[in-house]
């Protein structure tokens, strides 16, 4: 595999952007808008009604955010007329054949102009409505690929998919391809036609009965979750995801086609500087109620392996392997984690978030410092149940039987400890298999990249995505705890 200056190769090109506001866009459009301001124009789109809910989505969402500032330093009072020439924002939705875009003359730009398409349009909730994550997920992804089969002159198509689209898989999990209809289950042949004829009749039959959107919405969520398990996948996030796969590979033809399958995805690791992160992700919610002193326990198997991989490095893998298979009728798949080359167990994540939390302690709202104590891992589910039925669940029947007594008094304290009860153990019920995951990611094809790149000589220092270099104790009480707490609990 040979590679040539990734500058070189981005200097001048039209990219589109899709899901644009989204974490890893975000970080992926300032990387190229840093690194190569010669770019031709990066096309972003946005789901908006119109040119003027784009332009407020993206002032407010995405250029006005902390990690543009190094280029809003570099570029001074120069810098609205530079995003000016680079920028241009596309109303529209990915759920929707030719993307929603509805402005004609913009299409056909956009299919004259497009030299690559970097789809990260996603809905990442593990439960989310099946309508909506079958509309982004699976069915964006093939109208992304009929987008690009319009462009007269693109050289890579590029999806951001998810490592955990191999379910609950155990072992070495191989970066290989589905194939249409597949599922986990080895019986039964997936037909994602039939699901989306599943929903929509499940959606009429809804509304055809009068039914609030709030159970709407709750139906659709348990539909989601009721079929991603009938084919072998734990929830709807994964399971769309999947299926978006799938249709890629089959449909693709001769487009190039790269596919990323990031694992946990974490804070920067260096640039645009360390620690940059936005929103509460997977391992946060952990941080957060370890921190604050309410996670006294922790579910899970102490020597699983936690797959965890830095925006950055995800975002310099997308633009390496973009580059390495432009123009190429390829479909290539590349795993872009830690778990194999530099692996980090979950019983020492929960050592660096003590030790941190005990040198940096939590101050709350009323200025007390909150003193964590290590607690202790409760390593199976059986072991998770005995403790919720003595801490929780006997306490809640003692406080029923007082409301009784005083006329229920206490009627809104039972009500709210018994629904975050059952919160926590839908919670526990999604995550449950990423708690005691039995796998590791192998990234034998993306070493072969980073060979490729290393002997190319090329922009290596800047386009770095080798997870040994971390060091996690490093990363996690230096990087990223303070960068959360900083730009996400501020």
Same mark, same amino acid.
């Given at each position: ?174 970066? /290989? ?75 693709? /033809? ?218 996690? /104790? ?17």
């Amino acid at each position: 595999m040979e590679l040539g200056s990734i500058l070189q190769f981005l200097e001048s090109k039209t990219i589109l952007v899709t899901g644009a506001t989204g974490f890893l866009a975000k970080i992926f459009v300032e990387k190229i808008l840093r690194t190569q301001p010669n770019v031709g124009k990066i096309f972003l789109l946005l789901r908006a009604a119109d040119t003027r809910s784009a332009k407020q989505r993206f002032h407010d969402e995405i250029i006005s955010k902390e990690l543009f500032r190094p280029l809003r330093e570099k570029w001074g009072a120069n810098l609205d007329a530079f995003i000016l020439e680079k920028i241009a924002l596309v109303p529209g939705d990915i759920s929707y054949e030719d993307l929603g875009v509805k402005d004609s003359k913009l299409r056909e730009e956009m299919w004259g102009q497009l030299d690559v398409i970097v789809n990260m349009a996603a809905t990442t909730n593990f439960d989310e409505r099946y309508d909506i994550a079958l509309g982004i997920n699976t069915l964006g992804a093939k109208n992304a690929l009929n987008f690009a089969k319009k462009c007269a002159k693109l050289k890579a198509l590029l999806h951001v998919s998810t490592a955990y689209v191999c379910g609950e898989k155990e072992g070495l999990i191989l970066e /290989e391809p589905f194939t249409m209809g597949e599922t986990l289950i080895g019986a039964s042949q997936l037909d994602i036609n039939h699901e989306k004829e599943l929903v929509e009749e499940r959606l009429n039959e809804l509304q055809a009965e009068g039914c609030t959107e709030e159970l709407i919405t709750s139906t659709m969520k348990d539909m989601g979750i009721q079929r991603s398990r009938m084919y072998g996948w734990p929830n709807t996030y994964v399971y769309t995801k999947a299926m978006g796969e799938m249709l890629l590979g089959h449909f693709k /033809e001769n487009v190039p086609l790269v596919i990323i399958r990031p694992t946990i995805i974490t804070s920067t690791y260096e640039e645009p500087f360390p620690g940059w992160v936005e929103g509460v992700r997977t391992i946060d919610s952990v941080l957060i109620g370890y921190g604050k002193g309410k996670l006294n326990c922790l579910l899970g198997d102490p020597e699983s392996i936690i797959d965890l991989i830095p925006a950055d490095m995800v975002v310099n893998t997308m633009i390496v392997a973009m580059v390495a298979h432009a123009s190429q009728p390829c479909e290539k798949i590349y795993h872009a984690g830690s778990s194999l080359r530099n692996p980090l167990k979950l019983f020492h994540l929960h050592e660096l978030f003590f030790i941190y939390f005990r040198h940096n302690p939590w101050i709350d709202k009323h200025g007390n410092t909150i003193r964590v104590s290590k607690g202790r891992f409760l390593s199976t589910i059986a072991g998770f149940h005995r403790y919720m039925a003595i801490c929780y669940l006997l306490p809640l029947k003692g406080l029923q039987l007082v409301n009784m007594v005083f006329c229920q008094f206490f009627k809104d304290i039972h009500m709210d400890l018994n629904q975050k009860i059952k919160l926590v153990k839908r919670y526990v019920e999604l995550y449950k298999p990423y708690l005691f995951f039995k796998a590791v990611f192998d990234d034998m094809q993306l070493e072969k990249l980073r060979r490729a790149a290393t002997e190319s000589n090329v922009e290596g220092d800047m386009f770095y995505f080798d997870p040994k270099c971390i060091d996690w /104790e490093e990363y996690f009480i230096k990087t990223h705890v303070p960068g959360f707490i900083k730009h996400v609990m501020k």
